[in-house]
């Protein structure tokens, strides 16, 4: 099965890592030593045709920027990424995937984990019929048939389900174009998540692919806004706030 | 209007290209020197809403080194290329679009030329809504409306219509999944283009993203099967042929 395969790509991938060139970087002591983070980054792609598919524009530079921060504190991380323009990062195990379901199927195989960050740009919906031949144009200008949708799998709400496998800290992102804050807070409640990092992707706004992101994180105490920063810097400030949170089991409670 | 600023793209890019580093490509004497191409390659990405699209799985290796290989033998290149992975040829006017309609009106201002490849994978469809906001999940779980398709230009067909800008030589691609042959030479009386480079996509055969092609030529006088070789040594021969051709104006009634 995919699980298995997954399961076995894992366990070939982290035996490099544990005597390769991340070994410094899991092995240093850090605030997350000892932890395992899933972070998902990226777009899906969900299939129409052996050549079409519909994407969205994640460029996954967030996702990635966050595994590296979370390696970096001396987190154990698994990274499950659709296509993106980036290299790996250095010292996270990544595990490459297209559409919605092969993503969730890698991120329940790489569980356990302390910490789960779904940074992906999960396609909501798949195009109900996947043809095994490319569409082609009729004679006579005859249109396809519609593209009917169906409901991918909810990466986000699926982990985020209460059960032996919940990770003690469940992050989700909200992109909206919209009433941001409004959005991400009924995604919160409706999804079950602890916290969500919600951002702005109306276009403009240059996150979806740019370098820079202004970002609001909410939990269960409220919105903290942060101010516009490159991608790389809310990574390694939601990398230490993790950190805090795990190191200030007290306030657990109100995660 | 986009025509206008693609003009007014052309020109200010084809200043640098005749006094910068491109220089002794493109004044070095050659076969094609004095001849102009302008060359498609890469996906078009079709808009759905803001953040969603129709892509296809081209990567544009094929018409980045078919631009290339032009440029080498002392052509004046433009290529007009949909999103890639790759950076822009050396020496050859490159303009970066997404969608089919950009990608028409940026070839037609290109126009004149002496020579078209169409070696982009167009789609042949777009959404016939694009939505001003992202397509959110609906309370209760209903589904977004099915996606209809209409049709998008024909880029092939519509340089390859007889008239005062039709350039002398039109080569269009044909990507086929079943019956290769029979597909693209009924491709080729249907475009109205004078030769057919045609391959064989399929799952399996590695094309799509792959380094290397198998293909077919195909012209008035019949077919030539070309062994498997890089997309780079498919470029350079097609481009030796096309220089071929302009070099032999007796065979040209049979182009």
Same mark, same amino acid.
């Given at each position: ?36 983070? %899933? %972070? ?8 129409? @045709? ?23 504190? =001396?987190?154990?991380?698994?990274? !499950?990424? =659709? ?23 890698? !991120? ?5 984990? @302390?910490?789960? !960050? ?21 004679? =006579? ?30 992050? =989700? ?26 951002? @702005? ?32 810097? %809310?990574? @390694? ?19």
């Amino acid at each position: 099965t995919i699980v298995e395969a997954i399961r076995a790509a894992l366990a070939e991938n982290s035996r490099p890592a544990l005597t390769g060139p991340g070994t410094a970087l899991i092995d240093a002591p850090g605030p997350l030593s000892g932890r395992h983070a %899933v %972070v998902t980054s990226g777009p899906t792609h969900e299939p129409i @045709d052996p050549v079409r598919y519909i994407a969205n524009r994640s460029s996954g530079k967030q996702g990635h920027a966050i595994a590296a921060a979370l390696a970096a504190l =001396g987190c154990q991380v698994t990274l !499950v990424t =659709g296509p993106t323009r980036l290299t790996d990062p250095a010292g996270v195990d990544t595990i490459h995937i297209e559409s919605a379901r092969e993503m969730l199927a890698a !991120v329940e195989a790489a569980l356990p984990a @302390d910490i789960a !960050v779904c940074a992906a740009a999960v396609a909501d919906w798949r195009p109900a019929i996947e043809a095994g031949q490319k569409l082609k144009k009729q004679p =006579g200008g005859a249109l396809p048939p519609d593209i009917r949708l169906i409901e991918n799998p909810d990466i986000l709400r699926t982990i985020s389900a209460p059960g032996p496998s919940r990770p003690a800290l469940v992050v =989700g992102f909200a992109a909206e174009t919209e009433q941001v804050l409004d959005h991400a807070r009924a995604k919160r409640a409706r999804k079950g998540c602890d916290w969500i990092v919600a951002n @702005d992707v109306s276009t403009g706004t240059g996150t979806f692919g740019g370098d820079d992101n202004a970002v609001h994180l909410i939990d269960a105490d409220g919105t903290d806004s942060w101010p516009a920063m490159t991608k790389q810097a %809310v990574a @390694d400030r939601l990398a230490r706030r993790i950190a805090d949170h795990f190191a200030a089991p007290t306030t657990k409670d109100s995660a």
